[in-house]
C-alpha cells in the first residue's frame, strides 16, 4: 500500500555541476525537492522506489547508476553501472541529497499506456505493506514565451490541470491525461504521474503542492502525498 509519495522535475539544470553560474537560479526549486524526498525518507517505508520515463520497462536494483557527463558535467551518480536514463538520474541525485536511499529504480517507456502505467503502480503498492513513491517528471517544454520546444498556448493550460491534479493528490484527474496531448506538450512526466495514481488508488492519502514553475519554458512541480 502506497502510504507516502514525492513528486520531483528532473532537469539537468537541478544539479550545480551542470547549471554552473546558473546554479542560483533553481535553488528554490531543488529546496523544495529535498523537503518533499525528506518527508519520504522519514515515512518508514518497507520499499522506496524512484519512477520516471526512459526508453523501455525495466526495474534497476539500489546500486545502478547514472552519468551526467552529456550534460555537461562529469559526475557520475550510484555505485554500479550506468544505466539510468535522465529522470532516474535526477531522481537518484536529488534522493542521495535528501538523505533517501531507494530500493529501486523503476524505468517506464515514454510511450507506455496509461493503462500499463497504472497497473505498474498497482502491482508496486500491492507488493510490500508499506510503499514510498517519487514520481520524477517534468510538466510541458512548450510553455510561452521561451520554451525549448516551439511554444504552445495549450501548455500553461496543461500544467495548471497538472498541478491541480498534483496538490489535490487526484489520481482519477493524473489517470486521464491523454498521453497524445502530453507528447504534443512535451510533458515527459506523464508516464510517472500515472505511475503514481495507479500506486495511490484508494490509498487515501491528501497532496500539496509546493511549487509549479517554469523558469525555462518548462512546467517544473514538486509536490508530496500522504
Do not use: N
Not at 500539496?208 to 517554469?214: Q, R
Request: hydrophobic residues 50%.
Amino acid at each position: 500500500m502506497l502510504i507516502a509519495a514525492a513528486v520531483c522535475p528532473h532537469p539537468p539544470l537541478l544539479v550545480p555541476e551542470v547549471a554552473r553560474g546558473a546554479a542560483a537560479e533553481l535553488d528554490g526549486v531543488r529546496k523544495l525537492c529535498g523537503a518533499a524526498l525528506s518527508a519520504v525518507a522519514e515515512a518508514g517505508a518497507d520499499l522506496v522506489a524512484v519512477v520516471g520515463a526512459g526508453e523501455r520497462e525495466r526495474a534497476h536494483g539500489p546500486d545502478a547508476g547514472g552519468d551526467l557527463a552529456p550534460f555537461g558535467a562529469a559526475l557520475r551518480v550510484g555505485p554500479g553501472p550506468v544505466e539510468l536514463p535522465l529522470a532516474l538520474t535526477v531522481g537518484r541525485w536529488l534522493a542521495e541529497r535528501a538523505g533517501l536511499r531507494p530500493d529501486r529504480y523503476l524505468e517506464v517507456p515514454a510511450d507506455a499506456a496509461p493503462e500499463r502505467c497504472a497497473a505498474i503502480g498497482a502491482e508496486l503498492a500491492a507488493s510490500v505493506p508499506r510503499l514510498a513513491l517519487v514520481a520524477m517528471g517534468d510538466g510541458s517544454a512548450r510553455r510561452p514565451p521561451a520554451s525549448p520546444g516551439r511554444p504552445d498556448e495549450r501548455a500553461p493550460a496543461f500544467d495548471a490541470e497538472v498541478a491541480a491534479a498534483l496538490g489535490g493528490a487526484d489520481t482519477g484527474a493524473l489517470a486521464a491525461i491523454d498521453p497524445a496531448r502530453a507528447d504534443e506538450l512535451m510533458a515527459a512526466g506523464r508516464p510517472a504521474w500515472q505511475v503514481l495514481a495507479g500506486a495511490a488508488a484508494g490509498a487515501g492519502l491528501s497532496g500539496e503542492l509546493l511549487a509549479h514553475e517554469a523558469p525555462y519554458g518548462v512546467g517544473y512541480f514538486v509536490a508530496r502525498w500522504s
